[in-house]
């Protein structure tokens, strides 16, 4: 059983905000929730992580609710750099379980 | 600059042929992986390293085999190949030491074709 739910497919403006959301309902209390994007034609590419609390760095922002039930990745300024697939894991270790993940299409 | 780097970007085959699939770091990682990714299936663990001469058995192991006799390397071999593992295949390396912080760094990928 897949461990996250993510919309297939989202469409964002460029320059505008492109907030992802992730359902993970089952969440264990020591998993983390990472977040990684794949840009065509290249490796999968780390962004962000966090456990309780909302995390932001230069790429990205991480919103965690507080029954850390769901999540949702904030690109403040998107780019059509930012088009890619980004994925949505839960982790307690070293193991990475890739879903399908959300194909984000910035438009001019 | 941390980089992970796989031999081929592009390789074809012949359906029997024994295919080898090299991936270096040279972050002084411990762990290392290797995935497949096909259209609709998303990337899927073949099998991961957790120091030298170890392996451990990823979700999808039938049809390969791993080496890893130095610890910047790790070789994904494919004994007989078949046309269906004809996929791409990612490499992956990370820290062991702090799992509060579980950043894999992948390689670019070699897409393999078995004819």
């Known amino acids: 059983d897949a461990k996250t739910t993510q919309p297939t497919s989202m469409d964002c403006a460029e320059g505008r905000a492109a907030n992802l959301p992730c359902n993970h309902s089952?969440?264990?209390?020591?998993?983390?929730v990472y977040w990684y994007r794949q840009i065509h034609s290249q490796g999968p590419q780390y962004i962000i992580h966090g456990l309780k609390n909302n995390e932001t760095n230069e790429m990205a922002s991480l919103i965690i609710t507080e029954d850390r039930k769901s999540s949702t990745l904030i690109l403040p300024h998107a780019t059509l750099r930012d088009t890619a697939v980004y994925y949505c894991?839960?982790?307690?270790?070293?193991?990475?379980?890739f879903g399908g993940g959300t194909r984000l299409m910035v438009k001019p | 600059d941390v980089k992970v780097t796989q031999s081929s970007r592009y390789l074809v085959k012949r359906t029997g042929e024994k295919v080898f699939l090299e991936c270096v770091q040279d972050?002084?990682?411990?762990?290392m992986f290797w995935y497949r990714q096909d259209p609709g299936l998303g990337l899927r663990l073949i099998y991961f390293?957790?120091?030298?001469?170890?392996?451990e058995k990823g979700d999808i192991p039938e049809g390969y085999s791993v080496s890893r006799e130095k610890k910047e390397r790790f070789s994904l071999i494919l004994e007989s190949a078949s046309t269906n593992q004809t996929s791409m295949y990612l490499c992956?390396?990370?820290?062991?030491?702090?799992?509060?912080?579980?950043?894999?760094?992948f390689g670019p990928g070699t897409r393999l074709t078995v004819l």
């Open positions: 089952t969440i264990s209390g020591n998993e983390y």
């Open positions: 972050m002084d990682h411990e762990n």
């Open positions: 992956a390396s990370s820290s062991l030491w702090d799992i509060s912080y579980n950043e894999q760094f």
């Open positions: 894991i839960v982790d307690a270790g070293n193991m990475l379980t």
């Open positions: 390293s957790y120091d030298v001469k170890m392996k």
